[in-house]
T-cell receptor
Framework: DARVTQTPRHKVTEMGQEVTMRCQPI?????VFWYRQTMMQGLELLAY????????DSGMPKDRFSAEMPDATLATLKIQPSEPRDSAVYFC???????????FGPGTRLTVL | SQKIEQNSEALNIQEGKTATLTCNYT??????LQWYRQDPGRGPVFLLL?????KEKRKERLKVTFDTTLKQSLFHVTASQPADSATYLC???????????FGTGTKLQVIP
């Protein structure tokens, strides 16, 4: 049963620290998405990749967030420096072409103190 | 400005009845619309996709309608069961490759 995996599942850190979240998309999926979910804003798209190339990162605060796909089996989202307002659940999702369906991972719950 | 509206209040319904959730949008021209289910502590799970040229789509006890004139989608759960209790999110095509924008979701509670 193919699934998107994310690590860590939970992260508590202090303001100013670097945070790295990792995602392993489903093998063979060409598109990878990063979302952030909060009670106030709901699910927001931060960035997404097609065949490892960034397609859109307009939802991401550029000064502190960065997203990469070093290879087809790994996507990373980094926050440096982290701030309390970054506290949220971060989801990775992947999707196969040509389908528009997205398969979500379990999320990383980030708390920045 | 662009807006996707789902009823933020929880919908409570008796087991066996049909639950109907709405998704209204403004300033979008989506080629398709999706519905996802999200359980507490989990990621959303894809349920159905309906395209702009389709009026209705069904999957088991689920039915989705899409009215591009009214700019509205309705999501029906027939013969609802307590296991259907979850938050349901609509997502609209946002004009990029597979890019969608999500509504904030409606929580459905099915009471035994």
């Amino acid at each position: 049963d193919a699934r998107v995996t994310q690590t860590p599942r939970h992260k508590v850190t202090e303001m100013g620290q670097e945070v790295t979240m990792r995602c392993q998309p489903i093998l063979g999926h060409n598109t990878v998405f990063w979302y952030r979910q909060t009670m106030m804003q709901g699910l927001e798209l931060l960035a997404y990749f097609r065949n490892r190339a960034p397609l859109d990162d307009s939802g991401m605060p550029k000064d502190r967030f960065s997203a990469e796909m070093p290879d087809a089996t790994l996507a990373t989202l980094k926050i440096q420096p982290s701030e309390p307002r970054d506290s949220a659940v971060y989801f990775c999702a992947s999707g196969p072409l040509p389908s528009d369906e997205q398969f979500f991972g379990p999320g990383t719950r980030l708390t920045v103190l | 400005s662009q807006k996707i509206e789902q009823n933020s209040e929880a919908l409570n319904i008796q087991e066996g009845k049909t639950a109907t959730l709405t998704c209204n949008y403004t300033n979008y021209s989506p080629a398709y619309l999706q519905w996802y289910r999200q359980d507490p502590g989990r990621g959303p799970v894809f349920l159905l996709l309906i395209r702009e040229n389709e009026k209705e789509k069904r999957k088991e006890r689920l039915k989705v309608t899409f009215d591009t004139t009214l700019k509205q989608s309705l999501f029906h759960v027939t013969a609802s069961q307590p296991a259907d209790s979850a938050t349901y999110l609509c997502a609209l095509d946002s004009g990029g490759y597979q890019k969608v924008t999500f509504g904030t979701g409606t929580k459905l509670q099915v009471i035994p």
